[in-house]
């Protein structure tokens, strides 16, 4: 089985920084990796997702995230966050190769203020 | 071009009471899940199903049950209601498992 753990549970933020959010995974078997976003009240939506090729994956309103395999994470990067960045945060995981579920972590809140 | 679709969007029920979660999708799709959203626990998988007339349990099935008798629709049935299911109930589906899945805008559901 697949797991998800997400180190941080909040992240504060002042606006115009970097922040970096924390996915680590466990898997025997390969896998593929998300990232959700979940703002107040809504449902989730992807981030972005690593299924194969480049290691470094590009997502919607200027996030990435990079796949590294011997560290069994997938961490998720912005260069300057904005205030409507704030957010819950879900990294998931599923197993390649056979129809199988996503897994998801426990989130982590990122917090930007001014 | 309504994507995934869950009614109602807030319920309370008393303890012991009956109820019925529609999700419905109009993209197709062949995968169908339901999560729960609990404080501090991430979402959880109740059920899913991987096409027309089948359903699996996830990780936590029990006091829950599903089914699929249409593609587009996934119905999650709570048969007596309980104290500990008061969460926040989100429907997805997805083309295939390693594709996007796009989710409801949630259930939230009290019970008393």
């Known amino acids: 089985a697949q797991s998800v753990t997400q180190l941080d549970s909040q992240v504060p933020v002042f606006e115009e920084a970097p922040v970096e959010l924390r996915c680590n995974y466990s898997?025997?078997?390969?896998?593929?990796l998300f990232w959700y976003v979940q703002y107040p009240n809504q449902g989730l939506q992807l981030l972005l997702k690593?299924?194969?090729?480049?290691?470094l994956v590009k997502g919607i309103n200027g996030f990435e995230a990079e796949f590294n395999k011997s560290q069994t994470s997938f961490h998720l990067r912005k260069p300057s966050v904005h205030i409507s960045d704030t957010a819950e945060y879900f990294c998931?995981?599923?197993?390649?190769?056979?129809?199988?579920?996503?897994?998801f972590g426990t989130g982590t809140r990122l917090q930007v203020t001014l | 071009n309504a994507g995934v679709t869950q009614t109602p969007k807030f319920r309370v029920l008393k303890t012991g009471q009956s109820m019925t979660l529609l999700c419905a999708q109009d993209?197709?799709?062949?995968?169908m899940y339901w999560y729960r959203q609990d404080p501090g626990m991430g979402l959880r998988l109740i059920h899913y199903?991987?096409?027309?007339?089948?359903?699996a349990k996830g990780e936590v099935p029990d006091g829950y049950n599903v089914s699929r008798l249409k593609k587009q629709n996934f119905l999650l049935g709570l048969e007596s209601a309980a104290p500990s299911q008061t969460s926040v109930y989100f429907c997805?589906?997805?083309?295939?498992?390693?594709?996007?899945?796009?989710f409801g805008q949630g259930t939230r559901l009290t019970v008393v």
């Open positions: 997805a589906s997805s083309y295939d498992w390693q594709g996007e899945a796009f």
């Open positions: 898997s025997s078997v390969s896998v593929y």
């Open positions: 690593y299924l194969s090729g480049s290691t």
């Open positions: 998931a995981v599923t197993r390649t190769g056979t129809a199988s579920k996503l897994t």
């Open positions: 993209m197709n799709h062949e995968y």
């Open positions: 199903s991987v096409g027309e007339g089948t359903t």
